[in-house]
């Protein structure tokens, strides 16, 4: 269970995100929507690491685990898909893999599974990763995250800037992932694609959680109106 | 003929060693994008605790040298962990700063210990031998610190290209803050990187004591070498490097040649030039 209570977040003298509480069960997946500037990333970011949070604010299976170090956080098991996929330019495909791979935990996911789930980068692994389409360098990032065999793998923005026929082979891996039996969260700005993705969602606007609720009986006029605030 | 072949060799063989100076500053250029101000006098540094081992201990230069590389390593990590890792990422002016302060210490401190009197580590009988093919004659000693540069550069290529090391190294050169996000740690990175570098630097020191008198003012112009070769060859390639060293210091054996005081000058020149002709360096991509 990886669970955020009570997290308060700034950056210096802007506070992003106001006492959020939020829960994600082994295995499960959460979608997490709201609008631009919503917190969703900081959120995200503040449970890898990258932001600071006291230690409370984050608990996985009990033990307090916030504000530690990326690499602690990806040897417990929490691994994040930056926004943006950020892979590095200067490495091919497979280095970008064999990073993560080497850094991570060892766990089900291998080179040889992952090519089993995206066979379509078998044929890549060479290539310098800046060469690749959109939807094949996300393919790669959701990979290199993977590889580090994380119990919780958190995505920010997977299907930005996407043609619809690479967001369907996005995920398509992320259903892989969850039969896996792997935690998802998603966030997503696609709200109908993401509650029908996920088990339960979140709504946040403005720093704070303002819906939450079973993603099959969401009401989509009212997750709407809480996702703009109008 | 011959004597031009002999200058040609004299001046590849000097550029060579001054590569093997660049290289370090090209590693910190390019993993930390930090500019280290210290490098020459680190250099100096290396060179009189080599000079002080084999004066405490009476081995030759080459088993004294194995005796500081564990220390400069151990420097070079701490001096990245405690010191430089405060400045390194936020802009490049920081470290600039910093660490021109710490020539400006490492200056007088090596004063202060060691006086302000001209060394020299002595090579022994090695630096009288020489070989001879096809009548051209070529000091061992000059020869020897070529091939151990030129074999330093091809292994850290080498490395960076295909280990889990330098695969860390290029990624978090790329994107450090992703780079904490695939497991890399990347103060702890930095530091072991740095202690790499003085590694490198202590082998440079040597090799460059073993062929030039040295004191504790001799930093800055070691600095000044090694950064034109690096800029030379263009930033982030280290045969570019090889290839700034050579040209560096094959003017300078060729304007030595012509005079004994234009050797540097001459140096100085050819890389004005060049930056002129191509700004990006030889190797250098256009737009970066």
């Not at chain 2, 695969?167 to 695939?182: G, H, I, K």
Request: charged share 15%; with cysteine.
């Amino acid at each position: 269970m990886l669970s955020i209570e009570n997290l308060s977040a700034q950056y210096g003298m802007f506070q992003a995100l106001f006492s959020v509480n939020l829960e994600v069960g082994p295995g499960e997946v959460v979608a997490l929507v709201g609008a631009n500037g919503a917190g969703k990333s900081t959120l995200l970011r503040s449970i890898v690491g990258s932001v600071k949070v006291p230690a409370v604010a984050v608990r996985l299976g009990g033990k307090a685990v916030g504000g530690r170090s990326e690499t602690e956080q990806l040897l417990d098991g929490i691994a994040l898909v930056p926004e943006g996929r950020r892979l590095f330019a200067s490495l091919s495909v497979e280095e970008n893999l064999l990073v993560s791979l080497r850094n991570g935990r060892p766990g089900p996911w291998t080179m040889v599974r992952l090519l089993d789930h995206v066979p379509v980068l078998a044929g890549l692994m060479s290539r310098p990763s800046t060469s690749l389409s959109g939807g094949q360098q996300q393919l790669v990032a959701i990979g290199r995250a993977l590889l580090s065999n994380p119990s919780y793998l958190l995505c920010d923005e997977v299907s930005l800037g996407l043609s619809p026929m690479a967001v369907d082979v996005v995920y398509g891996l992320l259903d892989s992932v969850k039969r896996e039996g792997t935690a998802v969260v998603l966030v997503e700005q696609n709200v109908r694609r993401a509650l029908a993705s996920s088990s339960r969602y979140y709504c946040m606007q403005k720093g704070r959680v303002v819906l939450e609720g079973k993603s099959s009986s969401a009401d989509y006029a009212r997750v709407s109106t809480a996702y703009f605030g109008v | 003929m011959q004597m031009a072949v002999e200058t040609l060799l004299n001046g590849v063989m000097l550029g060579a060693l001054y590569a093997l100076f660049g290289l370090g500053l090209s590693l910190s250029l390019g993993i930390m994008r930090m500019i280290n101000i210290a490098h020459g006098d680190l250099i100096v540094l290396g060179a009189y605790l080599t000079s002080a081992a084999v004066e405490a201990t009476g081995f030759s230069p080459f088993f004294a040298l194995l005796l500081v590389l564990p220390v400069m390593f151990c420097l070079g990590w701490s001096m990245q962990m405690f010191l430089l890792n405060r400045v390194v990422g936020r802009s490049l002016f920081a470290p600039l700063l910093l660490t021109f302060g710490i020539s400006i210490v490492l200056q007088n401190l090596l004063q202060e210990m060691f006086t302000a009197d001209t060394r020299s580590l002595r090579a022994g009988e090695l630096a009288l031998l020489g070989v001879s093919p096809a009548g051209i004659s070529i000091g061992v000693l000059p020869l020897l610190s070529a091939v151990v540069s030129v074999a330093l550069l091809g292994t850290t290529h080498w490395l960076i290209e295909n280990t889990h090391f330098g695969r860390q190294a290029r990624a978090v050169s790329d994107d450090p803050e992703t780079a904490r996000l695939v497991g890399i740690r990347d103060r702890q990175f930095f530091a072991t990187v740095t202690g790499l570098i003085f590694v490198s630097i202590a082998i440079a020191a040597a090799l460059y004591a073993l062929r030039t008198p040295f004191s504790p003012t001799a930093g800055p112009e070691r600095l000044l070498y090694s950064f034109e070769s690096v800029v030379l060859g263009g930033l982030g390639s280290i045969w570019g490097t090889l290839a700034g060293g050579v040209i560096i210091g094959t003017a300078q054996v060729l304007g030595a040649k012509l005079s004994s005081g234009l050797g540097p000058f001459l140096g100085h020149v050819v890389f004005l030039i060049a930056l002129l002709v191509r700004p990006q360096g030889l190797f250098g991509r256009a737009s970066a």
